[in-house]
């Protein structure tokens, strides 16, 4: 009888509910307009919300709470929002390591408890000793929003410098600890960037910015520099060793040997390809070793002078090479590991032995080789997922691994070289059953009839009516590679009984530097059409419908979601563009924006503007098109795809769009771009996205 009247009292509040939702109207906050226009090659283009780019203006401070009001005001009408949040919790409650790392007769980790808002370093004197805390970012601040944002141990494993970002930005400070004693050494460097901490004696590397004049989370970067910092001086006195007074727009990254005989400097001016630098730390000379921007070189270390070096050279799926340091004319150059057909991802040196990784259909392979790139076995790995983060070191046959899949925890692995012994070395106890799921890879056809590898995550089982709630993800630039990897968030999606999709679209590096050109530029309309062609087939095969599909990506990624809305806004329900790039004809005016114009193409060329100004989201709006239910997140720190790109995007959509669909904006305080960002602050926006979802598609979640 009571669960009867249970039952009874909560389809009562269900229908309340959804009669509610039915009648919401929606008051959105008046967006001022201004009129400015720009013109380019003769086509003149209204920005009429162009004063929302001056982040530090009371005005826009007003427009951003009023909008969060608002799109708080409905979230909290959702029922069941708490339960979602709760389960969330609970799932996320677990303990996480990451891969140990040795360094100067040390090593080292991260851990986190389960629900601590930033992972703590770790250090043990061996693997056998008690671990000890060596550095807990959760005593940083009060919220969890000041993160570790990079770390170096000194090669003989008396110094940590580590640098932090403030709520989410991508600036740095960074500080040095000894690791001995625990004590915090003076040391304190600011306007940091876009930088390694290279040690080198008693004191290290690092690549910064001269102090911004004006809102330092909007205004460009601008001529960084690599400098040498003392231990125990003032940053004034730092000794810059590098920088091009002619070239503004250009960054500078450093790596060192383990001998410090050889530091390396990285010169880029986009985010794809470098130029390589080698600096003599003994004859203080410095040596370039590539001329131009149209290929990727990592050095791994040296070995008798030699430098092995990752590169796609003349090899879009990568290889590695032999560069001696003194007859490094390209002619000269050794193949170790020749390009083949699978992309090589990574590679380590250790045990001496080179481990390597390798992406095949979008998923990892591992192989061992010896010096000379003689293959001597392969890693069996548990299944079909991604080999995360490698460590070793050349003295010892030991290795560390980490991998993980969509239904597979981060699990760390002990790997013996010698013996090919893989034994578990940290399992983390999950809360979740992941046997009880299927992941399937499938090829669909785009537009043009490439087929892109698309994984599919569901219950085993699961009947396939056409109408499951479904996630699909995805990207498709920077030559990034999405491949399976475990996140809790999405677990809220299997478990009522929905489905997660993960589709690998051209301009990502699944299959090499070939695979990303096809995808940026004045190709980019191929990743559109490969995510429209990803929903399609998820409709076509009946795992869902236009009325239960939901869509999501971030940066680019937003990018993506907020152009394919605007060419095909009837098949998705719901689409959520996070921190995404929106204005295509002037992101490059804002911080590290300009590096992206190798991807993009720029305004300022009257072939690139036409084809940014075809398919930009703020630009392609329409008045005439019914919208998905659209939930837009950013943060007031994001200094790398900056607010106003989703500000002006959502006052625009907001303006012309006359459906019955909300299409809101979430915007994070105290937070950036998504690195760091605190565990609580991650459950709470999860717990948002996911009621908005499902009370858009009318689904109840954990209702079985």
Known sequence: MMKFRYFLLFAIIMVMATACKEKQTFKYPETRKVDTVDTYFGQQVADPYRWLEDDTSEETAQWVE?????????????????????RLTELWNYPKSST???????????????LQNQSVLYVQEDLQAEPKVLLDPNTLSEDGTVALAGLAVS??????????????????????????????????????????????????????YDEPEGSEFSKKNTYHKVYYHKLGTDQSEDQLLFDNANEPLRNYSTDITDDEKYLFIYETESTSGNNLYVHNLQTKVTTQLTTNFNYEYRVLDHIDDNLIVLTNYKAPKY?????NVRSHEIGNWVDILPEQKDVLSSCELAGDKLVATYMTDAHSAMKVFDLEGNLLHDVELPTLGTVGSVSGKMDSQDIFYSFSSFTVPNTVYKYNLETQQSDVYFKPDVPFDGDKYVTRQVFYKSKDGTEIPMFIVHKKGLELDGERPTLLYGYGGFNVSLMPRFSVGRLIWLENNGVFVLANL????????????????????????????????LVDNNYTSSERLAIRGGSNGGLLVGAVINQRPDLFQVAFPAVGVMDMLRYQNFTIGWAWVNEYGSSADSVHFENLYHYSPLHNIRDDAEYPAVLVTTADHDDRVVPAHSFKYIATLQEKYQGEHPVMIRIQTKAGHGAGKPTSIRIQELADLWSFAFYNMDVEPYTE
């Open 66 to 86: 009023a909008q969060n009001q608002v799109t708080f005001e409905y979230l909290d009408v959702i029922p069941f929002r708490d339960n979602i949040k709760n």
């Open 155 to 208: 090669h003989n494993g008396k110094y940590l410098a580590y640098a932090i970002s403030r709520g989410g930005s991508d600036w740095r400070e960074i500080f040095v600890k000894n690791i001995e004693t625990g004590e915090p050494l003076k040391d304190h460097l600011k306007w940091s960037k876009f930088s390694n901490i290279s040690w080198y004696k008693d004191g290290f590397f690092y690549s910064r």
């Open 506 to 537: 051209r301009g990502g590096g699944e299959y090499g530097e070939n695979w990303h050109r096809q995808g940026m530029k004045l190709n980019k309309q191929n990743v559109f059409d490969d995510f429209i062609a990803a929903g399609e087939y």
């Open 100 to 114: 140990p790392f040795r360094e100067g007769g040390r090593y080292f980790f991260f851990k986190n408890d389960g």
């Open 319 to 323: 290889k590695l090479v032999k560069i």
